[in-house]
């Protein structure tokens, strides 16, 4: 018989959310998870998953019971015709990467954090950058799903094509996702190209930028008109980095320091913004490796974050909305970087790209050694704007949405909350947070 732990706390990557589980499981097998299922039937008890625990939200916690999949971490087919990898839910994508080269596969698109369980990734809608490349969870090409009646369902576009729909961006709330199964691409390289620029030229050139990278983002550093544009895309040659990647460390360690010192000095947030565009991002800088080690990169500091999905034609109403928003609000603060990037339409029911080709707007607020700073003015000024040009808030980030918003931006909602209300009626797998957005 499987047997749960008590007394383990449980808190996200960023240490902004935290819970104490009534009892914490790593099962090993798919006999385990019906086995807990079970109890927790028995017990009256709900049911959360966690993979790597790194959503900047509540969506992983429970006083419950929680299953971490750690243990479930398994490739277990690769389909080199097909160019397909089945795995467990619980692997990293970070070992996931590594694993795909001995195969000569990749990932056509990644976030850029890999410390990322393969069934949360796709469970919160994880997205990078690249408008012909569609957020992660359209490269999920079937999945199984563990019901709360214990029923093992096989999903993809031939079979409950409805719950597929679904459970690409599953919130955590359809059941277990057991192995998922991944469309791959040749492994390739990127070459990564890093420039100066304003706003006004790269979003009056939007259009050209998108077309000239296959992967393009840039970054806004508020309080000023800087912006660092970055291409990402295909190449042959590998070259050195070192010295380039040397350059951050040492200017990332520096910020940390200044960002401290702005929380008894507020007004300089906006000279470190311009300082640290100065120090590190007026020169061109390249780097070239394999694709993953490009797409990711260190998350350094803990950080509070919100990230909403807009229409891609609003890109620029909504920049130069939250420009003047924080010019008009001089005592209002914002931390580089805001960061830009695009994903094409899809039709996964809750995916923020859902029929629409959406520009992500990212905004972080970092978290110096770990010291809050306030944020509370900034959040509520870039939420306002967000939800005045459509924004779909980001699942794994923090949000003040509810039910009542989701049903005006999105067509799929009542669809999605249906299946979610037949695959389980009793709700063993609700959480704070999913009864915030659901109810």
Known sequence: QVHGHGGVQFQNWAKTYGCSPELY??????????????LARQRNKRVKVVGGGHSPSD??????????????????????????????????????????????????????VSEVAAA?????????????????????????????AGEILECSEGSHADIFQAARVHLGCLGVVLTITFQCVPEFYLQETTFPSTLKEVLDNLDSHLQRSEYFRFLWFPHSENVSVIY????????????????YAIGYYLLEFLLWVSTFLPFLVPWINRGFFWLLFTSKGEKVDLSYKVFNYECRFKQHVQDWAIPIEKTKDALLELK?????SPKVVAHYPVEVRFAQADSILLSPCFQRDSCYMNIIMYRPYGK????????????GIMKKFGGRPHWAKAHA???????????????????????????????????????
């Open 324 to 328: 003047a928003a924080l010019e008009s």
């Open 25 to 38: 499981f790593q099962p090993t097998s798919v006999e385990e998870i019906k086995e807990i299922l079970e």
């Open 372 to 383: 809050d700073v306030p944020r509370l003015d900034y959040w509520l000024a870039y939420e």
């Open 401 to 439: 949405c509810t039910r009542r918003d989701f049903e005006k931006i999105y067509p799929g909602f009542p669809k999605f909350c249906s299946i979610r209300e037949k695959l389980d009626p009793t709700g063993m797998f609700l959480n704070t947070y999913l009864e915030k957005v659901l109810y």
């Open 59 to 112: 969506i992983a916690c429970t006083d419950g019971f929680m299953i971490q999949m750690g243990k479930m971490n398994k490739i277990l087919k690769v389909d080199k015709e097909k160019k397909q990898v089945t795995v467990e839910a619980g692997i990293l994508l970070s070992d996931l990467n590594v694993e795909l080269t001995k195969y000569g596969l990749a990932l056509a698109n990644l976030g850029a």
């Open 232 to 247: 990402q895309d295909h190449t042959m040659a590998l070259m050195g980095w070192a010295l380039w990647f040397w350059d």
């Open 120 to 148: 949360g990734v796709i469970g919160t809608g994880t997205h990078n950058t690249g408008i012909k490349h569609g957020i992660l969870p359209t490269q999920v090409v079937a999945l199984t799903l563990l019901t709360a």
